[in-house]
């Protein structure tokens, strides 16, 4: 990254590795961050045409996340910062998400508000400068990513679904098959009841399923995860009335969350959603962050780190 601008973004993707068994298995991604990470800097180097000698600052995510895969990543770039002579940055992967906005929009500063749904986070979170955050709201269950890929398996569409359900939905009716949308009292959000009313729907409709009630199905259970998510967003929008809104993480790639956002948020604020492939994980957020925050944030790993 320089300035704002991403130089080059490599992505080493281990979906194909863990759909076999149906979600992440630590130790399998943990060696294969060991197995990958080293050449992925050698190209990152290459495709950037740089030197060691041209790099300011290194960053790397501390946590939250896989303890294994972290250390893996910590280790390198603890060894490549002494070995380069340069400063670490230790980066809140959930900060990333944030920062990953202002790679997209060029003018964008805190103050903003913010909606980060990821795997394992739905988090409403208010940023009043670099590197603050107040969580103003959260799941108390699933997240909307881990809703999005046990409903996707729930319909057979493997592991992770949350891409595949989407896709699914644009083809179906989500007035057909209702499910509820989860609305809890303040800004918390909660996906277990409706992953549970998807399980129900489908004993009841029994086997085989339709392939019209599966393509229903996928898009009332977005519709129910998207309209939670937003009605929260708007209500922390009615208490903050921030100029600037972020949507953001890998839920963020879906496409009726994008679209209806848009129409949420409205003219009375500015939505920044980054492109898709700043949504789902990636290093440039993680640059983004360190550049503008992780200078004071020690690079060592801790997977249960929180905002
Ligand atoms: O931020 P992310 O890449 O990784 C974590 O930090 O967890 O988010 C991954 C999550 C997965 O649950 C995945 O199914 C979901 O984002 N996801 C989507 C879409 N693309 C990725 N969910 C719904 N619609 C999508 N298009
Ligand atoms: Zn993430």
């Known amino acids: 990254m320089r300035d704002r601008e991403v130089v080059v973004n490599l992505i080493h993707s281990q979906e194909a590795l863990h759909a076999g068994f149906g979600g992440v298995v630590p130790?399998?991604?943990?060696?294969?961050h060991l197995?990958?990470?080293?050449?992925?800097?050698?190209?990152?180097?290459?495709?950037a045409g740089a030197t060691p000698g041209d790099i300011d600052l290194l960053a790397v995510t501390r946590g939250p996340g896989l303890a294994g895969c972290l250390l893996v990543g910590t280790g390198l770039a603890a060894g490549l910062a002494a070995a380069w002579d340069?400063?670490?940055?230790?980066?809140?992967?959930?900060?990333?998400?944030?920062?990953a906005a202002l790679l997209a929009?060029?003018?964008?500063?805190?103050?903003?508000?913010?909606?980060?749904?990821?795997?394992?986070?739905?988090?409403?979170?208010?940023?009043?400068?670099?590197?603050?955050?107040?969580?103003?709201?959260?799941t108390r269950d699933d997240a909307a990513g881990e809703a999005f890929d046990k409903a996707a398996r729930?319909?057979?569409?493997?592991?992770?679904?949350?891409?595949?359900?989407?896709?699914?939905?644009?083809?179906?009716?989500?007035?057909?098959?209702?499910?509820?949308?989860?609305?809890?009292?303040?800004?918390?959000?909660?996906?277990?009841?409706?992953?549970?009313?998807?399980?129900y729907r489908l004993r009841d409709l029994g086997r085989p399923l339709s392939g019209q009630a599966r393509m229903d199905l996928a898009a009332a259970f977005e519709h129910s995860v998207v309209e939670s998510l937003l009605a929260k967003l708007q209500a922390a929008i009615r208490a903050r009335a921030p100029a600037e809104v972020v949507v953001c993480g890998g839920v963020a790639a879906?496409?009726?969350?994008r679209a209806r956002a848009a129409q949420v948020?409205?003219?009375?604020?500015?939505?920044?959603?980054?492109?898709?492939?700043?949504?789902?994980?990636?290093?440039?957020m993680i640059a983004a962050a360190g550049a503008h925050a992780g200078r004071r944030q020690a690079a060592v790993a801790d997977p249960a780190l929180n905002w």
Request: charged letters at 15%; proline letters at 10%.
């Open 254 to 257: 879906n496409s009726l969350l």
């Open 35 to 47: 197995e990958k990470l080293p050449g992925l800097v050698t190209t990152a180097l290459e495709r």
């Open 154 to 199: 729930m319909l057979g569409l493997g592991y992770p679904g949350g891409a595949a359900l989407d896709r699914l939905a644009r083809t179906g009716d989500a007035s057909r098959q209702p499910l509820p949308v989860p609305l809890l009292p303040g800004l918390e959000y909660s996906f277990s009841g409706l992953k549970t009313a998807l399980l």
């Open 27 to 32: 130790e399998v991604a943990a060696r294969a």
């Open 86 to 99: 340069k400063p670490l940055a230790g980066v809140n992967h959930l900060w990333g998400h944030v920062y």
């Open 105 to 138: 929009q060029p003018d964008l500063e805190p103050p903003l508000l913010a909606l980060v749904v990821s795997g394992a986070h739905s988090d409403l979170v208010w940023m009043p400068r670099h590197g603050e955050f107040e969580v103003l709201g959260r």
């Open 265 to 284: 948020v409205g003219a009375g604020a500015r939505l920044t959603i980054p492109p898709l492939p700043l949504c789902t994980d990636n290093a440039a």
